[in-house]
């Protein structure tokens, strides 16, 4: 199994400003992806964290808002931009091996934006 | 996207089986999850099938698969208190990349 660290692992922030969350995994990993999950919802995926090229990301989901980075196998950020209090909410990293194999999560970022 | 669709609360006492039902829509689903999240914690994944097996059995965790139907169930033997917190049914298949759609998850409380 994969072990992946999420930090920070909980941040208060202040509407307008910015912060960047990272998923760094003890091993390399051919998939890594970013998941939303609001107060009381279910997961919702965000986008795909792609290596070496632009993240793809989901209907809904825009880069100039969560930019996202994936410089390597094993590391990964999400930026939420310009925040506002509706994006508070538990950003959680996952990853895999692809084609369907076990997907991991990391603990999750609660963020709360006031 | 497809619908994964779960019932939202379960309540069974200490000793009891649990049994958590999840339907699904996609007809390409090729692995289906069980997750459990505890309160203020990740996501830890408990088990997963493939798409062509009927059964998976790990412990007290029982996963059966009808694929016919598309409906994913969890059987928790022996339920404990410390097995209190939502369960979450989540399928992928290659046109997502194998990313995770989810269902919105059953609250399962256990009563001693």
């Known amino acids: 199994s994969a072990v992946i660290s999420q930090k920070p692992s909980r941040d208060i922030c202040q509407r307008g400003t910015s912060l960047t969350i990272q998923c760094q995994v003890d091993?390399?990993?051919?998939?890594m992806f970013w998941y939303r999950q609001q107060p009381g919802q279910s997961l919702t995926l965000i986008a795909t964290?792609?290596?070496?090229?632009?993240?793809?990301?989901e209907s809904g989901f825009v880069i100039d808002k969560f930019p996202i980075s994936r410089p390597n196998l094993t590391f990964s950020t999400l930026t939420v931009s310009n925040m506002s209090p509706e994006d508070s909410s538990i950003y959680l990293c996952?990853?895999?091996?692809?084609?369907?194999?076990?997907?991991?999560f990391g603990q999750g970022t609660r963020l709360t934006v006031v | 996207g497809e619908d994964v669709e779960q019932s939202l609360f379960l309540s069974v006492r200490e000793g009891d089986s649990s049994v958590i039902n999840c339907t699904y829509t996609?007809?390409?689903?090729?692995?289906l999850y069980w997750y459990k999240q505890e309160p203020g914690a990740g996501l830890q994944l408990l088990t997963y099938?493939?798409?062509?097996?009927d059964m998976k059995q790990d412990q007290r965790l029982t996963v059966l698969l009808n694929k016919k139907d598309k409906h994913l169930s969890l059987r928790i033997a022996d339920t404990q208190t410390g097995d209190s917190a939502i369960y979450f049914c989540?399928?992928?298949?290659?046109?997502?990349?194998?990313?995770?759609?989810f269902g919105k998850g059953t609250s399962l409380l256990v009563t001693p």
């Open positions: 996609d007809s390409s689903s090729t692995y």
């Open positions: 996952s990853v895999d091996q692809g084609v369907g194999t076990e997907a991991f």
């Open positions: 091993s390399q990993v051919t998939m």
């Open positions: 964290a792609n290596q070496g090229s632009e993240a793809t990301y």
């Open positions: 989540a399928e992928s298949n290659s046109n997502s990349g194998y990313a995770l759609n």
């Open positions: 099938i493939f798409s062509n097996m």
